[in-house]
Nanobody
Framework: QVQLLESGGGLVQAGGSLRLSCAAS????????MGWFRQAPGKEREFVAR????????SYSNSVKGRFTISGDNAKNTVYLQMNSLKPEDTAVYYC?????????????????????WGQGTQVTVSS
């Protein structure tokens, strides 16, 4: 089993920045990739960003590309999401997720149901 613990959410004004952290514990050697997803009230959970554990290959949703940066520290088993130029539409609960197996298509990598482990979520609120 893998446990994920997010931190770093909060309230920020539009244009501001936040950095989220996700610390993994347990059987971390089983992790192939980690990702960030978000869910706004009344909406489905959506993909934000992803990083593979071995090669640090990253990918982003179009809505955050150029504003958010995902990075990882293998020694600390921690993934970060640096969020800059935040917009009110970024307001959501942000979830960290981990997947054991490699996912070979873009759609598969961005589908929440394909991830094996989830954190409890951290609230990000961007005021206008």
């Amino acid at each position: 089993q893998v446990q994920l613990l997010e931190s770093g959410g909060g309230l920020v004004q539009a244009g501001g920045s936040l950095r989220l952290s996700c610390a993994a514990s347990g059987r971390t050697l089983s992790i192939n990739a980690m990702g960030w997803f978000r869910q706004a009230p009344g909406k489905e959970r959506e993909f934000v960003a992803r990083i593979t554990w071995s090669s640090s290959t990253t990918s982003y949703s179009n809505s955050v590309k150029g504003r958010f940066t995902i990075s990882g520290d293998n020694a600390k088993n921690t993934v970060y999401l640096q969020m800059n130029s935040l917009k009110p539409e970024d307001t959501a609960v942000y979830y960290c997720a981990a997947v054991k197996n490699a996912l070979y298509t873009i759609v598969a990598r961005r589908t929440p149901g394909n991830y094996d482990y989830w954190g409890q979520g951290t609230q990000v609120t961007v005021s206008s």
